[in-house]
């Protein structure tokens, strides 16, 4: 059981928007700690995708899109492509843990 | 551009002690502003966060390994290793190495990994 929750699963049409949730508690998102999340394509390393709750590094398209409330934060993925079929994993802090937590992650399917 | 590179043996006895490095290029491991971390994939699985070290050699650990766990650092061979010791087939999983970049003490995330390398705990 993963400290951060996500849906197993999540699917969409091409071009149609997607969100992922990542629900925490009041000791890790509701605790003010930001909120990271990272795309495992098929048989790759996992890679950043979002950082800082919002952020984009460079080279990741604008339609990924980050935010959080409260002891909740989104992934939201629009224009769905082909390619952005993958695992999505959610990463925070956790204070009560004194260390990183990952969520179980959330594998979406281009349909 | 940084780059990381796990390296170790692919098959581990059970009850032994898995050792793996992480070596560093494209920058300096002796940054202020980072750690280096391990983070292993169990089959099928999730990712579950292992331990991070600074280039002083400051630790933290996940509390369910800490007890298994060390990691140490050598700045000048730029690589981190990693030694988990009594290991049994739940310990079986791709392990990644990556840079984990501390913004604020409220906000750290891990970016670039390191392709990740298998190690099978098995007899």
């Known amino acids: 059981q993963s400290v951060l929750t996500q849906p197993p699963s999540v699917s969409g049409a091409p071009g149609q928007r997607v969100t992922i949730s990542c629900t925490g508690s009041?000791?890790?998102?509701?605790?003010?700690?930001?909120i990271h999340w990272y795309q495992q394509l098929p048989g790759t390393a996992p890679k950043l995708l979002i950082y800082?709750?919002?952020n984009r590094p460079s080279g990741v398209p604008d339609r990924f899109s980050g935010s959080k409330s409260g002891t909740s934060a989104s992934l939201a993925i629009a224009g769905l492509q082909a390619e952005d079929e993958a695992d999505y994993y959610c990463?925070?802090?956790?204070?009560?843990?004194?260390?990183?937590?990952f969520g179980g992650g959330t594998r979406l399917t281009v349909l | 551009q940084l780059q990381l590179q796990e390296s170790g043996p692919g098959l581990v006895k059970p009850s032994e002690t898995l050792s793996l490095t992480c070596t560093v290029s494209?920058?300096?491991?002796?940054?202020?502003?980072?750690?280096w971390g391990w983070i292993r994939q169990p089959p099928g699985k999730g990712l579950e966060w292992i331990a991070s070290?600074?280039?002083?050699?400051?630790?933290y650990y996940n509390p369910s390994l800490n007890s298994r766990v060390t990691m140490s650092v050598d700045t000048s061979k730029k690589q981190f290793s990693l030694k988990l010791s009594s290991v049994t087939a739940a310990d079986t999983a791709v392990y990644y190495c990556?840079?984990?970049?501390?913004?604020?003490?409220?906000?750290?995330?891990?970016?670039?990994w390191g392709q990740g390398t298998l190690v099978t705990v098995s007899a």
């Open positions: 800082g709750n919002y």
């Open positions: 494209g920058g300096s491991i002796s940054s202020n502003d980072c750690y």
């Open positions: 990556a840079r984990e970049v501390v913004a604020a003490i409220s906000s750290n995330w891990f970016d670039p």
């Open positions: 009041s000791s890790n998102i509701g605790a003010d700690y930001d």
């Open positions: 990463q925070s802090y956790d204070s009560s843990l004194s260390g990183v937590v």
């Open positions: 070290i600074y280039y002083s050699g400051s630790t």
